[in-house]
T-cell receptor, first 113, second 113 residues
Framework: GEDVEQSLFLSVREGDSSVINCTYT??????LYWYKQEPGAGLQLLTY?????DMKQDQRLTVLLNKKDKHLSLRIADTQTGDSAIYFC?????????????FGAGTRLAVHP | EADIYQTPRYLVIGTGKKITLECSQT?????MYWYQQDPGMELHLIHY???????EKGDLSSESTVSRIRTEHFPLTLESARPSHTSQYLC????????????FGQGTRLTVV
């Protein structure tokens, strides 16, 4: 079955880099996503990576995909207080014909001065 | 800009009542999803649809039902609400042209008293 796992909390100092990790079980997932949820708000797509890529960079965000280990990470450079939020990893597994979208439990990022 | 709408945003209802949570999108997306999320917690997929007249149960067992008679509309119904149904319900859609990003509604916060 599908399962997406993340560590629940991460605390970083403002200006440092943050690395949020995720493991998933379905190696046939086509897309892997990072979503951000701020308090009281809906989910917003941050970035995604196609399964045939190893890395994707978008301004302060870097996504690394290790398909062999089924490991996905999100690095936020120069973390700011506005980055404090819950970050969700998600996959589109083969079961359900890639129509399902399964989320991890979310990592709560706290940025302190 | 995401064109996916959920109504109502907040609902307080008595035990035993029948309720329908509405979700509509104007992007012509074929895939739609319902998630249940307790505050600051994991998103659990409870239902999804990959087109008109297709509905599937998600990974979290739910007493709710859904229908997909029109592409743009994916309502969720609880025949007899109970306090254990108190939660936030998030609707999302995904589809062409990109078939990658899922757009989320603002959510319906349901309280059953």
């Amino acid at each position: 079955g599908e399962d997406v796992e993340q560590s629940l909390f991460l605390s970083v100092r403002e200006g440092d880099s943050s690395v949020i990790n995720c493991t998933y079980t379905d190696s046939s997932s086509t897309y892997l996503y990072w979503y951000k949820q701020e308090p009281g708000a809906g989910l917003q797509l941050l970035t995604y990576i196609f399964s045939n890529m190893d890395m994707k960079q978008d301004q302060r965000l870097t996504v690394l995909l290790n398909k062999k280990d089924k490991h996905l990470s999100l690095r936020i450079a120069d973390t700011q207080t506005g980055d404090s939020a819950i970050y969700f990893c998600a996959e589109t597994p083969f079961s359900g014909g890639y129509n399902k979208l399964i989320f991890g439990a979310g990592t709560r990022l706290a940025v302190h001065p | 800009e995401a064109d996916i709408y959920q109504t109502p945003r907040y609902l307080v209802i008595g035990t035993g009542k029948k309720i329908t949570l509405e979700c509509s999108q104007t992007m012509g997306h074929d895939k739609m999803y319902w998630y249940q999320q307790d505050p600051g917690m994991e998103l659990h997929l409870i239902h999804y649809s990959y087109g008109v007249n297709s509905t599937e149960k998600g990974d979290l067992s739910s007493e709710s039902t859904v229908s997909r008679i029109r592409t743009e509309h994916f309502p969720l119904t609880l025949e007899s609400a109970r306090p254990s149904h108190t939660s936030q319900y998030l609707c999302a859609s995904r589809g062409l042209p990109t078939n990658t990003e899922a757009f989320f509604g603002q959510g319906t916060r349901l309280t059953v008293v």
